[in-house]
């Protein structure tokens, strides 16, 4: 811009009839040369800076590039041990479940077979009849009842499954399979699709035997249904009373997982 202002001073005074001598005239083109070489060196400054900071971004984009395929990788990773995790934990559950069916079945034949009259032979004397058995059994115990209950759930009874329950509940009622049929009778009620009345019935569960195993799922349970029917704020209080009071169960780590769902 300096050097077009010089050439315009010099045409300019050409025009109006002031001639320069050589001298400055020579000495006008080195300042044109000096400022055009200024221009030039900025220039080349210029694009050495822009081609700097464009080689500095394309390092840092590949540096994230790289640190986003770290972390996607780390996040499957996790994930696939986190899968594998669950899915140990759903075979011992599996596990767990089948030992504890085979347990009620072998409580359940030996309470039949403790309650099956006995016969007691007697010597026959002239005035005395046959011999006569003992007294016969009172009716099935908590583990059978726990067990034909159970039995009838699977083939679709569900209220012939009740019944079971509500006689085990009725006639032991302290028995430690009383949880066990208030929580079938509220998954037959399910199997019905009758949440209203399953709800009612994890109620009754949570408050006769609040340290029962079967809570966590209880409290679960009735969140869940909470939540399907709108009920925000009941379904968040009972996914925090699961984590406060169970915090190391499965049903604590689900309702984390709900609360990051309705917050």
Same mark, same amino acid.
Not at 46 to 72: F, G
Not at 217 to 229: E, F, G, I
């Given at each position: ?37 200024s221009e030039l ?19 840092? =984009?590949?540096?994230?590039? !790289?640190?986003? $395929?770290?972390?996607? /990788?780390?996040?499957? #990773?996790?994930?696939?041990? &986190? %899968? ?90 302290n028995s430690e ?7 079938? =009778?509220?998954?037959?009620? !399910?199997?019905? $699709?009758?949440?209203? /009345?399953?709800?009612? #019935?994890?109620?009754?569960? &949570? %408050? ?56």
């Amino acid at each position: 811009m300096k050097a077009g202002l010089l050439v315009l001073i010099a045409v300019t005074a050409a025009s109006t009839g002031c001639f320069a001598s050589k001298t400055e005239f020579l000495k006008l083109q080195d300042e044109i040369a000096a400022t055009r070489a200024s221009e030039l060196a900025a220039d080349s400054a210029q694009r050495e800076q822009l081609a700097s900071v464009s080689r500095s971004l394309r390092a840092l =984009s590949d540096s994230i590039a !790289a640190l986003n $395929r770290k972390v996607t /990788a780390m996040r499957a #990773t996790s994930e696939t041990e &986190i %899968a594998a995790i669950r899915q140990d934990v759903s075979q011992l559950q599996d596990l767990s479940g089948q030992s504890e069916q085979r347990l009620r079945e072998i409580r359940a034949t030996l309470e039949e077979k403790t309650r099956q009259p006995e016969t007691a032979p007697r010597a026959e004397t002239p005035d005395a009849g046959p011999a006569t058995t003992g007294a016969s059994p009172s009716g099935p115990g908590p583990a059978q009842l726990l067990q034909a209950g159970r039995d009838q759930l699977v083939k679709g009874g569900n209220s012939a499954a009740r019944s079971a329950f509500s006689e085990l509940v009725a006639q032991y009622p302290n028995s430690e399979y009383a949880p066990e049929a208030i929580f079938y =009778s509220a998954q037959s009620f !399910a199997a019905e $699709r009758n949440a209203v /009345a399953a709800d009612s #019935t994890y109620v009754v569960l &949570i %408050a006769r035997f609040p340290n029962s195993p079967r809570v966590p799922t209880a409290l679960y349970k009735r969140a869940q249904h909470m939540q399907a029917t709108r009920r925000t704020p009941q379904a968040r209080q009972l996914y925090q009373e699961i984590i406060r009071r169970f915090p190391r169960s499965d049903e604590a780590a689900l309702a984390e997982e709900r609360l990051q769902s309705i917050r």
